[in-house]
């Protein structure tokens, strides 16, 4: 008797083939990614790599010219409001209400995902405690401070209660303590086996806080892995996050090394500490 088929893993996201161009201007140029769910992954890359352009495609804001992407295991392109529910998504300089106030705003923001205030408001005022932003609660959001809106956007993306996060430099413009915060959040957020995806040009960041780390240069996943995969396929195992990315991307010798990337794991390694 022939044995049961393994079970396919599923994926928190994934991409097959996806390209996205603006006229001549190829910004994702075929990319292939695998994102176990439990992780944090980090997108490098230098200015213009694409990074933004993959998340807002991913997040299901910006049609891809081909390839499929997968939420969940849930096709995006077949299915986009399946797709689009266990996904929050943060860009780097989030729209937000200004003549709300925080409660109001994330009212607001649980009405779009058809959740009822009363279902909402525990979570809601915990989230406002938990960023510290409940002594703000009778003031306009107009009235924050961009470290203080960034931290707002964090509790809209949470309130439904995502699986998936995808944030587009998430810490920029936090003061230390606040970017502390936010760190503690996203990685209590991935252990309970949740997935964030973030973009950051703070190389520490991704060197403290990933799993797993992909680095884009004109388009393409130029290598990936985590930080130990990364520096044996830039052939310097002793080397920081830095000496790898400017080696894959150029920055220190001109040419790229044209090191494929390795497959991600079906499940991610321990949690380093932030
Ligand atoms: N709406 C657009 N119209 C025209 N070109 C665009 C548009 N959006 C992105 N691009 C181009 O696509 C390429 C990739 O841009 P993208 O914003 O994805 O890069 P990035 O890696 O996020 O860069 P950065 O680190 O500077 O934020 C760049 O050459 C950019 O100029």
């Given at each position: 008797m022939n044995p049961a088929p393994a079970e396919s893993v599923v994926f928190a996201c994934e991409t097959r083939g996806l390209r996205k161009s603006f006229g001549d201007t190829k910004a994702v140029n075929g990319l292939d990614l695998q994102i176990a769910r439990g992780q944090l992954y980090a997108f490098l890359g230098p200015n213009g790599a694409g990074k933004t352009t993959?998340?807002?495609?991913?997040?299901?804001?910006?049609?891809?010219?081909?390839?499929?992407?997968?939420?969940?295991?849930?096709?995006?392109?077949?299915?986009?409001?399946?797709?689009?529910?266990?996904?929050?998504?943060?860009?780097?300089?989030?729209?937000?209400?200004?003549?709300?106030?925080?409660?109001?705003?994330?009212?607001?923001?649980?009405?779009?995902?058809?959740?009822?205030?009363?279902?909402?408001?525990?979570?809601?005022?915990?989230?406002?405690?938990?960023?510290?932003?409940?002594?703000?609660?009778?003031?306009?959001i107009e009235s924050f401070s961009r470290g203080m809106k960034q931290k707002m956007a964090l509790c809209g993306a949470l309130i439904h209660q995502p699986t998936v996060m995808l944030l587009d430099e998430p810490l920029t413009g936090l003061d230390a303590s606040a970017a502390r915060l936010v760190k503690d959040i996203?990685?209590?957020f991935v252990r309970r086996g949740n997935t964030v995806i973030l973009t950051t040009h703070i190389l520490d960041v991704a060197e403290r806080l990933a799993h797993r780390i992909g680095i884009l240069h004109a388009g393409r996943l130029a290598a990936e892995g985590t930080l130990d995969e990364l520096r044996h396929q830039a052939g310097n195992t002793s080397g920081t996050l830095e000496d790898v990315f400017l080696r894959v991307t150029g920055g220190e010798n001109g040419e790229p090394a044209s090191t494929p990337p390795s497959p991600a794991p079906a499940s991610p390694p321990p949690l380093p500490v932030a």
């Open positions: 993959s998340i807002r495609m991913i997040a299901g804001l910006l049609r891809p010219d081909a390839g499929d992407i997968f939420i969940e295991g849930i096709p995006l392109r077949i299915n986009p409001s399946a797709a689009k529910r266990p996904l929050a998504y943060i860009p780097d300089d989030p729209v937000l209400y200004g003549k709300l106030r925080p409660l109001e705003y994330l009212e607001f923001v649980s009405a779009l995902w058809d959740l009822p205030a009363s279902a909402s408001q525990p979570c809601a005022e915990e989230l406002l405690q938990t960023l510290g932003l409940w002594e703000k609660r009778d003031d306009f996203l990685l209590d």
